[in-house]
């Protein structure tokens, strides 16, 4: 089941609306994080690193709704930490529905079937399920044995009952392009709306620094997994983004495009990096130096940044700024394909595991080994 046509055309002439208006900086989605605090402890967050005093804090309903009423953006994304363990994510989701706006609430979905019955169903609201791979790299990358069957039976209770359900991965050094592929497949099987996806970002404090993708390994990466698409993926990305993961177009970062507001305020620059905050929505777009951000600013944070938070807003804005990128957005909806040779040949070769996915494998195997002696 595809994106619905209304939240299409919401977003559409939405950003119409600012272009006519002539505005050069505008939110596509707000970034809402009502809490840091998770159940889970993934290699590669740098949320949960927060002290306890920080974890244990949450924003109200009524925080939310200013922060959504004063950007103004068409949908709203509710990552955290797990969203779904604030007292009254209910109550959040529930206002923001009576606002009209598109919510991605994301979850690892390990208390998706226990808390469901607090939500409805609505064109509004969509479950978009952390979902990291297929079974066994899924159950590494979030540090749960048994992770990926909970997701996957909270994703069919979720589609059984009528919600919207997409899911959202994120690919590291070492991802093996034929298995994300498969993982596509069992999605798909599933019955999910689709699929989002974007390479890893280095936070400062995730635990594991040594996987994260740099940019010519990403575009091989999604060159490898997304050329010879199969017509049953639906994939919940804009194609002018999904060519930029691929290395067939350059774009520059929209870091205003997907502002994010938490436990601290307006967040600088962007989701993925901490520069300080500001108290209003209109601070943060008028006083952030914006031209310190982004790859071609030589920003050395920024040099490998290809993630979907930075650069799906851009794609987005040239889809409406031109009729060669319009053009270029029919065109990749219509034709999907992207037939390549190359692609074909590299999914071929076997993907050595990442260095810490060895190690753990080969320590359990040691100590296999010396409970048998």
């Known amino acids: 089941m595809p994106i619905p046509i209304s939240q299409m055309w919401t977003v559409?002439?939405?950003?119409?609306?600012?272009?006519?208006?002539?505005?050069?900086?505008?939110?596509?989605?707000?970034?809402?994080?009502?809490?840091?605090r998770c159940n889970l402890a993934c290699a590669g967050c740098g949320k949960i690193q927060?002290?306890?005093?920080?974890?244990?804090?949450?924003?109200?309903?009524?925080?939310?709704?200013?922060?959504?009423?004063?950007?103004?953006?068409?949908?709203?994304?509710?990552?955290?930490?797990?969203?779904?363990?604030?007292?009254?994510?209910?109550?959040?989701?529930?206002?923001?529905?009576?606002?009209?706006?598109?919510?991605?609430?994301?979850?690892?979905?390990?208390?998706l079937k226990e808390k469901i019955h607090l939500f409805e169903p609505s064109k509004y609201l969509t479950f978009s399920v952390h979902m990291d791979g297929q079974k066994k790299h899924h159950d590494f990358s979030v540090c749960k044995e048994g992770g990926y069957e909970i997701a996957a039976e909270g994703i069919k209770e979720a589609v059984k009952r009528g919600f919207r359900v997409t899911t959202n991965t994120t690919l590291f050094d070492g991802a093996d392009p034929q298995s994300v592929r498969d993982f596509f497949d069992d999605m798909t099987g599933l019955g999910v709306e689709g699929m989002m996806f974007s390479p890893g970002y280095s936070y400062d404090k995730a635990p594991d620094q040594q996987n994260f993708l740099g940019k010519e390994k990403t575009k091989e990466l999604f060159h490898t997994i997304l050329s010879n698409r199969k017509p049953g993926w639906y994939i919940n990305l804009s194609p002018l983004f999904l060519e930029f993961l691929m290395g067939l177009r350059e774009y520059s970062c929209t870091p205003w495009g997907m502002p994010t507001y938490n436990l601290f305020g307006w967040q600088k620059p962007c989701y993925l990096m901490q520069d300080g905050y500001a108290d209003t929505f209109a601070e943060l777009m008028e006083e952030t130096?914006?031209?310190?951000?982004?790859?071609?600013?030589?920003?050395?944070?920024?040099?490998?940044?290809?993630?979907?938070?930075?650069?799906?807003?851009?794609?987005?804005?040239?889809?409406?700024?031109?009729?060669?990128?319009?053009?270029?957005?029919?065109?990749?909806?219509?034709?999907?394909?992207?037939?390549?040779?190359?692609?074909?040949?590299?999914?071929?070769?076997?993907?050595?595991?990442?260095?810490?996915?060895?190690?753990?494998?080969?320590?359990?195997?040691?100590?296999?080994?010396?409970?048998?002696?």
């Open 50 to 111: 927060y002290p306890a005093h920080i974890l244990k804090s949450e924003l109200s309903p009524e925080e939310c709704f200013k922060a959504v009423d004063e950007c103004g953006a068409p949908m709203v994304s509710i990552p955290g930490g797990e969203p779904l363990m604030h007292p009254r994510i209910d109550e959040i989701v529930r206002g923001l529905v009576a606002r009209k706006k598109y919510i991605y609430l994301c979850t690892n979905a390990l208390l």
């Open 12 to 36: 559409a002439t939405y950003v119409l609306k600012q272009k006519l208006e002539g505005r050069r900086r505008y939110p596509l989605v707000l970034m809402l994080e009502p809490l840091f």
């Open 289 to 373: 130096a914006w031209a310190q951000y982004g790859p071609e600013s030589g920003n050395s944070k920024c040099a490998n940044c290809m993630v979907h938070s930075g650069f799906e807003a851009s794609a987005v804005h040239d889809t409406f700024n031109s009729w060669s990128g319009f053009f270029a957005t029919v065109k990749g909806t219509l034709f999907s394909k992207y037939p390549s040779k190359a692609a074909m040949e590299r999914l071929k070769n076997p993907v050595k595991p990442a260095l810490p996915l060895v190690q753990i494998e080969k320590a359990k195997q040691e100590e296999g080994a010396g409970v048998g002696a």
